[in-house]
């Protein structure tokens, strides 16, 4: 689907995942959404309990049982599309990421206008990359062009504050981690010091960091701590399920 838009249209959307045929974290999503549309001014047409009657309509009608849905919300329309998700579960043994030198105009929504970020995430998977590592002019690190990232300092988890999209995933990991967090910036030499990093997503969730550009991270072992946060995660959606 190609959707056009002019320049006074405004937009913004959010993509979600299917367990067993049901939205993931549906709640957490909407809301999110209809504070983006907030923060715009944008007025949505339908209710969050429309949106939800409507998500189970497509997701029944889709033959798959992991799905990639995507709301989409401009001044004029609602759309929402479902594909099959397809995820390689080979990610789940660490992947690498490229530094990319760019910074999202509002990082706290998700706004259609955000070309830069998809040609950075297309840009690095051409080359062999999982996703971009988004970094300013001084090598100060933010987020991941489709991700949030986090790092371990010893036993204490590590994630920027500000200036990056408020994560679903990225939510839930410190509100319910059993790990002291920390917010802190950091600059990407430092980044690639860090025994453990792992990044956040709404379809593939919790995925390890094992390589930041030509440099190799814990010899591409995967940390226990991470492989603990992993565990804490699957374990909250299992309870929430």
């Not at 080359?127 to 933010?142: P, S, T």
């Not at 509100?175 to 860090?194: A, G, R, V």
Request: hydrophobic share 35%.
């Amino acid at each position: 689907m190609i959707i056009s838009f002019n320049k006074k249209e405004k937009g913004i959307f959010e993509t979600m995942r299917t367990f067993d045929k049901k939205p993931l974290l549906v709640k957490l999503h909407l809301n999110r959404l209809f504070k983006s549309a907030k923060k715009i001014n944008l007025k949505i047409a339908y209710g969050k309990k429309e949106i939800i009657k409507m998500l189970d309509e497509i997701i029944k009608k889709s033959p798959h049982e992991t799905q990639r849905i995507k709301i989409i919300a401009t001044s004029k329309d609602l759309t929402i599309t479902s594909i099959e998700a397809k995820i390689d579960k080979k990610i789940y043994e660490g992947v690498s990421i490229k530094s990319t030198i760019l910074q999202r105009k509002t990082p706290e929504i998700k706004s259609l206008s955000c070309l830069p970020s998809i040609l950075a995430h297309e840009n690095a998977v051409k080359e062999g990359f999982f996703d971009a590592l988004l970094i300013d002019d001084k090598n100060e690190v933010y987020e991941g062009a489709y991700s949030n990232i986090f790092w371990f300092e010893k036993n204490t988890l590590c994630t920027r504050r500000n200036k990056v999209l408020p994560g679903i995933t990225r939510g839930l990991i410190l509100k319910n981690t059993k790990f002291k967090t920390k917010f802190k910036t950091i600059k990407l030499k430092d980044l690639k010091k860090q025994k453990e990093i792992f990044l956040t997503q709404s379809v593939n969730l919790v995925v390890p960091i094992t390589k930041i550009d030509d440099t190799t991270i814990n010899k591409r072992t995967i940390g226990k701590n991470t492989k603990t946060i992993i565990k804490e995660f699957n374990s909250l959606l299992a309870s929430s399920s």
